[in-house]
């Protein structure tokens, strides 16, 4: 039953809360054991992660049911907005820590070295300059090739942008009331999302294989992977949103009054691609 504009929907007592506070501690327990070398870590942050799952699937089912039902009025939908902004705020600061990284390991540590004392010098590589990347001696992890920005990359930033467009057609044909289009520029970004995953693989194997470029590569490899290999998390997440976004807009779970959930992913999805933008710059380019 729909709730008059002045009401504000309290839900029903839920356990799914309870249930993601065990699934992430069980989750985290795991991680820790695996990571020092205890032989049933691994199972236990398997069934943490499977948890999490099912708690995913349940609690955003009976969202789903809620919001079906017209239990939703106007101001839990804005309270849903702010939340959206507020994560995509937070996701802007987490990358934002990552760039910062970046800047000081390029832009102010390796000249800072540069121009320190003798003291700090004699730790350093005979041929020691400031060009970045830092390879240093060949055998502590310096004899490897960058990532060129014009070859993979580049392609990926072309799927990228493209894939902003589609969002926006599929956008504007639910506002339009073109349910079959919606859907059918979905699935498109789905595609290129895929895609888009696809190619980031093919280059780390190519980086490993060809470039000798590893997370041992110095400060280069590790900025390089943890920028690229965070994003490729968040492209993987957006990509499953937007499948069941396209699942659900194939069962004209949207109205073009009533979308939010649709919009919140296409939020997350443009702010995946400003971010890439960002690294095909900043890693990539320059």
């Known amino acids: 039953m ?6 504000y929907y309290v839900p029903h007592g839920s356990y799914w809360p309870i249930i993601a506070s065990v699934a992430l501690t069980v989750g985290v327990v795991g991680a820790a054991q695996w990571f020092n070398g205890n032989a049933s870590g691994q199972m236990i942050l398997f069934i943490g992660l ?14 789903i049911r809620e919001s079906l039902s017209g239990a939703y009025n106007e101001q839990v939908d804005r309270s849903f907005r702010q939340g959206m902004m507020w994560f995509i705020f937070s996701e802007v600061m987490f990358f934002a ?12 540590s390796v000249p800072w070295l540069l121009d320190a004392d003798m003291s700090t010098n004699m730790f350093l590589w005979q041929g020691y300059s400031e060009a970045w990347p830092t390879n240093g001696p060949a055998n502590i992890g310096g004899d490897f090739q960058t990532m060129g920005a014009w070859g993979i990359p580049a392609i990926n930033t072309l799927l990228l942008l493209t894939s902003g467009v589609t969002i926006t057609l599929s956008h504007w044909a639910l506002k339009v009331g073109d349910n079959a289009k919606t859907v059918l520029w979905l699935w498109a970004t789905v595609a290129l999302g895929v895609v888009f995953l696809g190619f980031q693989a093919y280059e780390y194997v190519h980086a490993y294989r060809d470039l000798n470029l590893t997370l041992e590569s110095g400060v280069y490899g590790s900025t390089f992977f943890m920028l690229t290999g965070f994003h490729g998390l968040h492209v993987t997440l957006g990509t499953i949103m937007l499948i069941v976004i396209a699942i659900r807009a194939g069962k004209r779970h949207f109205t073009a009054d009533n979308h939010f959930a649709f919009e919140g992913v296409a939020w997350y999805w443009h702010f995946v691609d400003v971010v890439w933008l960002g690294l095909f710059i900043f890693v990539y380019v320059l």
């Open 2 to 7: 729909a709730h008059s504009a002045d009401q």
């Open 50 to 63: 499977a948890m999490v799952v099912f708690m995913m699937f349940g609690w955003f089912g009976t969202v």
């Open 97 to 108: 820590a990552f760039f910062g990284a970046l800047f000081y390991a390029r832009v102010l």
